[in-house]
C-alpha cells in the first residue's frame, strides 16, 4: 500500500493562505488532518469521512480552514486562509481504519494510521 504524502506547505505572512494536499489518500475512510510543533503532541485540524458528506474541525481553525476531497484523484485538500503564527507547524494526514464507509470522526491521533512524512507550514508576522 503507497503511503500518503502531503505536499504544498511552504513559508507566508500573517493573513495569507495555503493548500496542502494529500496524495494517495484512502477514498473508503475518514482522513484527517493533524499538525505538530516541536516539543508538543500532535493534534487535530480537520477531518472528513469517506464521502465527504461530513466534516469536523478543531475550534482554532474553525471559520478559517476547509478540508476536502477529490476521490477520483485519491486526493485530500486542506485550504488555509487567514493564516496565524500559531498555525506553524508540521502537518500530516491519517487515515482511521475503522471508518470503513461509515459517517465517523474521531479527533485522536492515535486512532490514525498511514501517517505521510508532512509537510511544513511557517506562518511569519
Known amino acids: 500500500q503507497v503511503q500518503p504524502a502531503e505536499s504544498g506547505g511552504g513559508s507566508v505572512q500573517v493573513g495569507e493562505s495555503l493548500k496542502l494536499s494529500c496524495t494517495h489518500a484512502s477514498t473508503d475512510y475518514t482522513m484527517g488532518w493533524f499538525r505538530q510543533t516541536p516539543g508538543k503532541e500532535r493534534e487535530f485540524v480537520a477531518a472528513?469521512?469517506?464521502?465527504?458528506?461530513?466534516?469536523q474541525y478543531a475550534d482554532s481553525v474553525k471559520g478559517r480552514f476547509t478540508i476536502s476531497r477529490d476521490n477520483a484523484e485519491s486526493t485530500i485538500y486542506l485550504q488555509m486562509s487567514n493564516l496565524k503564527p500559531e498555525d506553524t507547524a508540521m502537518y500530516y494526514c491519517?487515515?482511521?481504519?475503522?471508518?470503513?464507509?461509515?459517517?465517523?470522526?474521531?479527533?485522536?491521533?492515535?486512532?490514525?494510521?498511514?501517517w505521510g512524512q508532512g509537510t511544513q507550514v511557517t506562518v511569519s508576522s
Open positions: 491519517a487515515r482511521d481504519p475503522t471508518t470503513l464507509y461509515f459517517d465517523a470522526i474521531w479527533t485522536e491521533p492515535p486512532r490514525y494510521v498511514d
Open positions: 472528513i469521512i469517506w464521502n465527504a458528506q461530513r466534516t
